[in-house]
């Protein structure tokens, strides 16, 4: 019983340790980048194609963040901004709704294609569920939350 509990804990520290060596220095990078000149056109970029859905500008980069690199990363971006107040309800809403369906598209995808799936088709799919789940949850949710856009 105390091997049990000393081998789970010693993989639970080793785990933190793990996410603490990626999740920090991720969010370092963000604050420094955050106020360049090259991010406000990444987000400028990136909020074309986000605008439709009812993103704000700001919520790209969470929106980037959780797409690529997975929604326990992408969560941390939304919640330091949503501290920050940088974010609206609708955003943060949105954001949940759109990386809950489609999150670390790389990885996963990379995950079932090894296993047999098609990857294209997989990916098409996710992004196609998702975009519209989330602009249904915007006309839903645009007006009961007061938010003008």
Known sequence: MAEA???????SLRLS???ILI???LMVAYEFVQNSRWFAKLLDFLHIFLKPLGFSKQASISMLTGIFLGITYGSGILIAQSQKKQLTQL???????????CHAVIEDTLVFVVIGANGFYMLFTRIIIATIMTYLFYIYFKNK???AK
Not at 5 to 11: E, N, R, V
Not at 91 to 97: C, F, G, M, Q, R
């Open 145 to 147: 939350l007061n938010i």
């Open 17 to 19: 340790i793990k996410l």
């Open 23 to 25: 999740i920090v220095p």
């Open 5 to 11: 509990l000393l081998h789970a804990f010693t993989g």
């Open 91 to 101: 955003d943060v809403l949105l954001t949940a709704v759109y990386l809950s369906m």
